[in-house]
């Protein structure tokens, strides 16, 4: 793997935010290029609609966008105030697969030592296969092994940024076809889910704008990219192995370790994310609540 670096300096110079301080809310980056946690805040409180609460909503909105995902813990919600939360960011999403815990957008995440797969073991973004994949996937583990089951997330601001200036101007307009059916059909058989007749396909830039930020990102991932539309077999196959190793450079990420009745809230539009499967035989569980997005532009 590219360490992105040669004899001029990194291939890739973050410059930080010099923004202003936060007022409401505590920010403690994990690293300058991705992700935060976020102190000061009760979950269960911002359901509100209170001063405070808008004022502090307003600041983790500006949080998620200047370090893509960030981490509350010691939260200690019940799915209705779960559900809220996410309804604070917009309407939620329905996985089009997954087993649900009661309501249909509350995402049942789960693996023990009788599972035979744990949610997110590859790179990817979520649906992705969607027309209109979701902005945030907003996850809440109440139980977690006592060692292990991380989730790395990787910054595709970055990945887009390291690129070249030949290879930006190569994957200027092009667009990849995104497909759910190798992913999920069959995926959760062992809860008793049966297969849908079909499964979301969508056709996506490969550099999408970010509509809040306006910044570009790399947006092809292992899980859900099949090929690049309108060039030969061959070519798509070699271009794609490149981006998914370029945009997994350890360079990008950050690695959060969780703990019992942490969130993570992950924004799906400028950052892929991996959980790790490495805590057998023990038990990871909880839910996650996905918001809607936008057709990527």
């Not at 600041?59 to 200690?76: G, M, P, S, T, Y």
């Not at 089951?149 to 601001?157: E, I, P, Q």
Request: aromatic share 10%; with cysteine.
């Amino acid at each position: 793997m590219s360490s992105l670096s040669g004899k001029q300096g990194p291939r890739y110079r973050h410059l930080a935010d010099q923004s202003e301080p936060y007022e409401t809310i505590g920010v403690e980056k994990l690293t300058p290029i991705i992700g935060a946690e976020i102190s000061g805040v009760d979950i269960g409180k911002l359901v509100g609609d209170d001063a405070r609460s808008n004022r502090q909503m307003d600041e983790i909105h500006r949080a998620l966008a200047e370090n893509l995902v960030i981490f509350f813990r010691d939260q200690h919600i019940s799915p209705d105030q779960h559900l809220a939360f996410g309804r604070k960011f917009g309407e939620l999403h329905v996985h089009p697969a997954a087993p649900n815990e009661g309501d249909p957008a509350l995402m049942k995440i789960y693996a023990d030592k009788d599972s035979p797969r744990a949610n997110g073991e590859g790179w990817h973004t979520d649906v992705s296969c969607d027309l209109e994949p979701p902005m945030g996937s907003i996850l809440y583990i109440k139980q977690c092994p006592p060692r292990g089951g991380d989730t790395l997330f990787a910054n595709m601001y970055a990945a887009y940024e390291a690129l070249s200036d030949r290879m930006k101007a190569y994957l200027d307009g092009l667009t990849a076809l995104h497909d759910g059916e190798q992913t999920y059909r069959g995926l959760y058989a062992n809860y008793g889910v049966a297969d849908k007749r079909e499964y979301p396909r969508a056709e996506h830039p490969i550099v999408r704008t970010h509509p809040v930020t306006g910044k570009k990102s790399l947006y092809v991932n292992r899980g859900f990219t099949r090929f690049i539309v309108g060039i030969p077999r061959d070519e798509s196959d070699a271009m794609l192995a490149y981006l998914y190793q370029h945009a997994e450079n350890p360079l990008f990420q950050c690695r959060f370790r969780w703990t019992e009745n942490a969130i993570a809230f992950w924004d799906n539009r400028c950052a892929q994310h991996r959980a790790m499967w490495d805590y057998w035989p023990h038990t990871r569980s909880g839910t996650r609540v996905t918001v809607k997005g936008e057709r990527p532009v």
